[in-house]
């Protein structure tokens, strides 16, 4: 029985151009070991259900609570493999109109390039922006090709085949093949369909699987970053020390020109949140808050008078040097030593009368 539906088979092929006989019964043969289309059961989110091993035992979480449950899941994979359907044909309708594209400035390439050619003028340069227009496209079609599975490559390749034959086939030719040829088709469509979905479902399923390995990962770095940072800086260790530490990093992060958005998406993605990377950056939140102490310090800077020899040397001059001395100081400190001086230096301006009325 299956060696006579082979030999069928392979007589229908051989009604099709360049198919030997040889070449007829060996495809015969490859489709006659293909294993049947499973059909997979889809979620009401659209997502295929992973199918059951065979000797997995079925509990009430894998079974279908009722028939209006099984209809709706067969109904799930009958409009996801539509959209496949259509997701497919429009693919492949790109790349023909690309391949069309292609092949009609290849002609208005080399018709210019003729016509060139019998002038007695230099050539003329290739147009850069049709180049790139055509790199582009190329580009874009080798990634396409790139995602595609072998089997996937192959079924559009025999599709394509099948499509050019219906096309050129006339008389007995046709009327003999045509039937097998239309059952075939369906059969690759329906195929690269369900291809299509699952490496789609197998897509999505890798990256929200990677971005929560990332937060999980994120998590961990951001309490041991915390841990770090607060016993290395022991003035930002409250809460409110904590957020205004946070809020100048991120100050500094937006002075290098990067956006809130850009900032997030970075961060999401995994980038600086080794605890090592944190580090450094709350290390710029304290430099950047150390600049803006030293400008709201140079906005309160007042010229004190000269003292003249000889003149009566009124009560706080003392403090005014104190100020000028912390001032010195404070130019050439960095770090802790820095916000110490600061403190000093505003201490030392209220008593010289230079933050009256200030908190």
């Keep these: 029985m299956h060696n006579a539906r082979v030999a069928a088979m392979g007589k229908q092929l051989e009604q099709l151009p360049t198919v030997t006989e040889e070449l007829g019964r060996a495809t015969a043969e ?14 009401d989110q659209g997502q295929i259900v ?29 409009d996801a493999a539509e959209r496949g359907q259509q997701q497919l044909l429009a693919d492949l309708q790109a790349q023909e109109q690309a391949q069309r594209r292609e092949a009609e400035q290849f002609d208005r390439l080399q018709r210019e390039q003729q016509a060139a050619a019998q002038r007695p003028a230099p050539q003329p340069q290739p147009d850069p922006l049709a180049a790139e227009k055509a790199h582009l496209a190329q580009q874009q079609q080798n990634l396409y090709w790139q995602q595609l599975s072998e089997g996937e490559r192959a079924a559009a390749h025999e599709m394509r085949q099948i499509e050019q034959w219906v096309a050129q086939a006339k008389g007995d030719e046709r009327a003999q093949a045509l039937g097998y040829a239309e059952q ?6 329906s195929y690269a369909q369900q291809a299509s979905a699952l490496r789609t479902a197998s897509q999505t399923n890798a990256a929200n699987a990677r971005q929560q390995q990332i937060n999980a990962w994120g998590q961990q770095q951001d309490a041991l970053a915390q841990q770090k940072i607060k016993a ?12 205004k ?22 961060w999401a993605a995994g980038r600086w949140r080794a605890s090592e990377e944190q580090v450094l950056l709350s290390r710029l939140g304290r430099e950047q808050l150390l600049r803006e102490a030293k400008q709201r310090l ?31 100081q404070l130019d050439g400190a960095t770090g802790q030593r820095a916000l110490q001086i600061a403190r000093q230096l505003t201490q030392a301006r209220r008593e010289a009368g230079l933050l009256r009325n200030e908190r």
């Excluded at 075939?184 to 469509?189: F, P, Q, S, T």
């Excluded at 003292?307 to 005014?320: D, E, K, S, W």
């Design 30 to 43: 490859i489709l006659a070991k293909d294993p049947p289309i499973t059909v997979s059961v889809v979620n």
């Design 50 to 78: 992973p199918p059951l091993i065979d000797n997995q035992g079925v509990t009430e979480a894998e079974s279908f609570k009722n028939l209006n449950e099984a209809r709706r899941a067969m109904q799930n994979y009958r």
């Design 184 to 189: 075939r088709y369906d059969e690759l469509r």
């Design 232 to 243: 290395d800086m022991p003035e930002y260790a409250d809460d409110a020390g904590w957020r």
């Design 245 to 266: 530490l946070q809020q100048a990093t991120l100050r500094a992060l937006k002075s290098t020109g990067l956006t809130q958005e850009q900032i997030d998406r970075e």
């Design 298 to 328: 140079n906005e309160h800077k007042r010229v004190p008078p000269v003292q003249q020899p000889g003149m009566y040397r009124a009560a706080g001059a003392g403090a005014m040097d104190e100020v000028r001395s912390l001032e010195r």
